[in-house]
């Protein structure tokens, strides 16, 4: 049990006619473990209020080192220093006999100090006892009393020390009627009772397994009970205990006193209460001294459990916090909304909801629970078993002991499965974990057979602590929720881009934050544009949070309308500034827009605000930060932003990405910006390891906290022999002229079997080119790519659109054949006029 435990007053030998013997009382007992190395390794809440030491600051730190004795230090050889004893010297009794000592007051003897157990490296063979005057911080000295044990076995412990403040005791004490008050050992059967006070021993050991546990009180109960010893008569044993409640007390008292009249036995010293009230008196301390052991111990799981708002973490760390200090087994199960991410479940609980088993603690030997109860199942409960009558109540049920006959209708459940042997004979407690009057979920805590049964104080203990976990589960409940919401909501919004565009290939990536409310507003985008161009664009929203991504969609949706209207570079950020501006004085993002011409070799580049993006040559393998005009954020208003054309060769790769990916708090953006060129120019057998390893290089730079949006495009040209260009004039013989030409060029490709459906759409195309042109000059190209591409341009600006032609019109059925036969088709404004096309796909090569 990892907390301060209490020396109490047990049943005691009767002493000597006439004098009156003092109660011990009940005072914190220190319980420390050291290792064959000399180094802690467990230190009790106890030993924090006694020596002063946090246990993060003692574990694993050499013994000596905490142990604070003035004037009584080993010598630097290791030997025990002035003031020390040896094994028995003048306070071990192993046998049971006279132990006496020392601290100011407290008896007869030298003073001995904790310096006798300085080597603390295993060779103390026998028990030892003693008192120590100690200094701790800036405190006034203090006398601890103390008893060691030496430890042998397969594990790592090897010295067991307990100690306690010795004030306590001599406030209780009368030297009068107490020849001293020392540290001793007595055999365990030297007292009534010795069977209970063997069974509560284990509660002062640290947490560790049964087998540990049972191992170390063998040897305590072997070399000797500790006791505190009021005269050389008047032994009172440490009784390691939670504490009893002030009415089990009482009725155990009476049912003692019921037997002893009904028997004519004598009670045993201190089991009633005296005239003097004496028993009600203890009642109180360990009533007052059992809540506060139950206080320290919620107030340090509270401090444990919530440390984030990850709910996968959050379930780990609520079971985890009660095992082994409160229980043995914590099984921890939770509703199928809850566990999904969904909303806050509605309704109570019945025998079809399904239950999640989401965590198991236990100190069982490894794998025992994995095959019969693996985490992860999802099950109902009978309406017979305590666990439904805890999820339908919402209140704690306790189960002293789990029968043969429960055992067998809990495991009925578990279908091939045999739980029985885990289960029966164990005290269990149910406890629910609720929030807001809903129960989440709840917890089945089991404790060995050899331990302390659940009680009724154990029962509240459980009910707070469950309230306490249900309201983190609940907040980290929530926060997945939200989260699931808002990530959804952006995961909308983020285009799927197919990885083959028009002469080039292209890959994304996406990472979001890593602190909380990591839903942010970077995003990319890939759009088609007329004549085999393709528009690539990232941008970056300002801040984190729903706002920051339903503005990049509203940013996305018009970068998409604008550059589908084929706005150069240059306008398109304009428009888009003046968008912001009208959408709010706060809405302010970078963006970088470039167009790629694979026909002409060149990309048009226009950027606001945004860090450049990197060419990497297919040449020389070489890489490079483009040197652009930053231009300001979009939504600052008011700015120009100005397109640069960078030529470009088959094979060169483009990648743009969002600051987040560079920029680590305390270091220059350059650093991130140089580390980008590099893991972007490194070889990569594809697109997507390309990606993967720049973002495997920065990310191993540490400190990223902002999301991530990563573009990367190859560049693969057009060949000048897959481009067809022709001039047609504004004559009704052109469409004629236009459908020869198409079936040479197809011939010529050796595309024969698209020919017959690429001369009628082409015609469709061409006449309407020679009706609504105003010059004479009207363009036909054709294109050889992933798809063959027809375009017709003329200098008329009104774009044509479908219309529902009746039996007598003469027109407005050409497009609707295009639209029907087609791949795809469209129209575009141009500077000069308007661009009409429409794509086939090509036949299996």
């Not at 503005?551 to 003046?578: F, H, I, K, S």
């Not at 036909?780 to 044509?800: A, K, S």
Request: aromatic share 4%.
């Amino acid at each position: 049990m990892d907390h301060g435990t209490e020396a109490g007053t047990p049943p005691r030998r009767a002493a000597r006619p006439g004098s009156a013997v003092p109660r011990a009382g009940r005072i914190p007992l220190a319980v420390v473990v050291v290792d064959r190395e000399g180094l802690v390794s467990h230190w009790s809440t106890g030993a924090r209020r006694l020596f002063g030491a946090a246990r993060d600051d003692a574990v694993g730190r050499p013994a000596v080192d905490l142990l604070p004795v003035s004037g009584v230090l080993p010598e630097t050889d290791g030997t025990p220093g002035p003031g020390a004893h040896e094994a028995y010297g003048a306070y071990g009794a192993r046998d049971g006999h006279d132990a006496h000592g020392a601290c100011d007051g407290l008896g007869p003897g030298p003073e001995s100090s904790l310096s006798s157990l300085s080597s603390l490296d295993g060779r103390l063979s026998y028990p030892a006892a003693g008192c120590a005057r100690l200094t701790v911080d800036d405190r006034d000295r203090i006398d601890v009393l103390w008893w060691a044990y030496p430890l042998v076995g397969p594990g790592r412990e090897r010295l067991l020390v307990l100690a306690a403040d010795a004030r306590a005791l001599r406030q209780e004490a009368d030297g009068a009627a107490a020849e001293c008050v020392a540290p001793g050992f007595a055999l365990h059967t030297d007292f009534p009772g010795a069977e209970d006070l063997a069974r509560g021993l284990p509660e002062i050991l640290p947490s560790m397994s049964v087998g540990e546990s049972a191992r170390i009180v063998s040897q305590v109960l072997e070399l000797g009970y500790p006791v505190l010893e009021f005269s050389r008569n008047d032994r009172v044993p440490v009784t390691p205990d939670w504490g009893v409640p002030r009415r089990a007390g009482r009725a155990a008292r009476r049912a003692l006193a019921a037997r002893a009249a009904a028997g004519g036995d004598a009670l045993p010293a201190g089991a009633g209460a005296g005239a003097d009230g004496t028993g009600e008196a203890e009642d109180e301390d360990l009533e007052y001294a059992a809540v506060r052991e139950r206080l320290e111990f919620l107030n340090e799981v509270s401090g444990r459990i919530g440390s984030s708002l990850d709910l996968s973490r959050t379930i780990v760390e609520v079971s985890k916090a009660v095992v082994p200090r409160f229980t043995d087994v914590a099984g921890t199960y939770l509703r199928e909304q809850v566990v999904a991410g969904e909303g806050f479940p509605e309704g109570v609980p019945d025998t079809t909801t399904l239950w999640h088993r989401v965590a198991l603690e236990h100190t069982d030997e490894p794998g025992r629970w994995d095959d019969v109860v693996p985490v992860g199942e999802a099950m109902p409960f009978p309406a017979h078993t305590p666990f439904f009558q805890c999820m339908t109540s919402g209140e704690p049920v306790l189960v002293p002991r789990i029968s043969e006959r429960m055992g067998h209708a809990i495991a009925a459940q578990f279908e091939k499965r045999d739980i029985r042997p885990l289960i029966t004979h164990r005290s269990m407690l149910v406890v629910p974990l609720k929030a807001r009057d809903v129960v989440l979920g709840f917890m089945i805590l089991l404790r060995h057979p050899e331990r302390a049964e659940f009680n009724d104080m154990d029962r509240v203990t459980g009910a707070e602590l469950a309230a306490r976990a249900g309201l983190v589960l609940d907040n980290a409940r929530m926060y997945t929720y939200q989260e699931s919401v808002a990530e959804t909501l952006q995961d909308s919004m983020l285009p799927h881009i197919a990885p083959r565009m028009a002469a080039c290939d292209i890959a994304t990536r996406y990472l979001p934050g890593t602190l909380l409310g990591r839903v942010g507003g970077d995003w990319f985008d890939a759009v088609k544009l007329p004549g085999s161009r393709t528009a690539l664009v990232v941008g970056d929203v300002m801040g984190h949070g729903l706002n920051s991504a339903a503005m990049m969609g509203q940013l996305r949706t018009a970068v998409q309308t604008m550059a589908a209207l084929d706005l150069p570079p240059g306008q398109l950020l304009r428009n888009l500034d003046d968008l912001a501006q009208r959408l709010g004085e706060h809405y302010l993002a970078t963006c970088l827009y470039a167009v790629y011409d694979p026909i002409a070799g060149e990309l048009l580049i226009a950027n606001a605000g945004h860090i450049p993006p990197v060419v990497v040559r297919a040449e020389n393998g070489r890489s490079d930060l483009l040197d652009l005009p930053t231009g300001a954020p979009i939504g600052v208003g008011g700015v120009p932003f100005e397109a640069v054309r960078v030529p470009v060769a088959p094979g060169d790769r483009l990648v743009m990405c969002t600051d987040g990916l560079v920029e680590v708090r305390g270091e220059d953006i350059g650093v991130g910006l140089a580390t980008l060129c590099e893991s972007a120019a490194h070889p990569a057998a594809s697109m997507d390891d390309a990606c993967d390893t720049i973002i495997r290089t920065l990310n191993a730079c540490g400190g990223r906290k902002d999301d991530v949006a990563l573009l990367m495009a190859r560049l693969n040209g057009i060949d000048p022999a897959d481009v067809v260009d022709l001039r047609l004039a504004r004559d009704p013989a052109e469409p004629s002229r236009a459908r020869a030409a198409m079936r040479e060029q197809l011939h010529a490709w050796g595309l024969d079997v698209l020919a017959e459906t690429a001369e009628l759409l082409v015609g469709e195309l061409v006449t309407n080119a020679v009706r609504h042109a105003h010059g004479d000059r009207i363009g036909l190209r054709l294109v050889r790519g992933d798809t063959l591409l027809c375009e017709v341009d003329d200098d008329d600006h009104t774009l044509p659109t479908l219309l529902s032609a009746g039996p007598g019109d003469e027109s407005g059925r050409g497009l609707r054949v295009v639209g029907t036969l087609a791949h795809e088709w469209g129209t575009s404004s141009t500077g000069t006029g308007k661009t009409v096309w429409f794509e086939l796909t090509l036949p299996p090569r």
